[in-house]
């Protein structure tokens, strides 16, 4: 037998987790359902569909950025104060 026919023979199929960030082999499908199964959709946090569209334009970069107001402009405590004031120091 040549080495040729021999790596032909022996070569195993792996099943790659594709989930993000995850880069874990499996010889088996059933233990990649298994893997994800247990290490991703168990731990997933439930979210709507709007939800998720819009964690998915974050991700990519889409859409328009947010500006904030500068602190000192007003006095009051907004989400966009507070951030300015906490860049500011």
Same mark, same amino acid.
């Given at each position: 037998? @040549?080495?040729? &026919?021999? %790596?032909?023979?022996? @070569? #195993?199929?792996?099943?790659?987790?594709?989930?993000?960030?995850? @880069?874990? $082999?499996? =010889?088996?499908? +059933?233990? =990649?359902?298994?893997? #994800? *199964? &247990?290490?991703? #959709?168990? /731990?997933? #946090?439930?979210?709507?569909?709007?939800?998720?569209? *819009?964690?998915?334009?974050?991700?990519? !970069?889409? !859409?328009? %950025?947010? @500006?904030?107001?500068?602190?000192? +402009? $007003?006095?009051?405590? $907004?989400? !966009? /104060?507070?951030? !300015?004031? =906490?860049?500011?120091?």
């Amino acid at each position: 037998m @040549s080495q040729a &026919d021999f %790596s032909e023979s022996q @070569s #195993v199929d792996l099943h790659m987790c594709r989930w993000k960030w995850c @880069s874990d $082999t499996f =010889l088996s499908k +059933n233990e =990649l359902v298994h893997h #994800v *199964l &247990d290490h991703h #959709v168990q /731990n997933s #946090v439930p979210c709507s569909r709007r939800e998720y569209a *819009l964690s998915r334009k974050i991700e990519e !970069g889409e !859409g328009q %950025s947010f @500006s904030f107001p500068h602190a000192e +402009n $007003t006095g009051s405590k $907004t989400l !966009g /104060n507070v951030v !300015g004031k =906490l860049i500011s120091l």
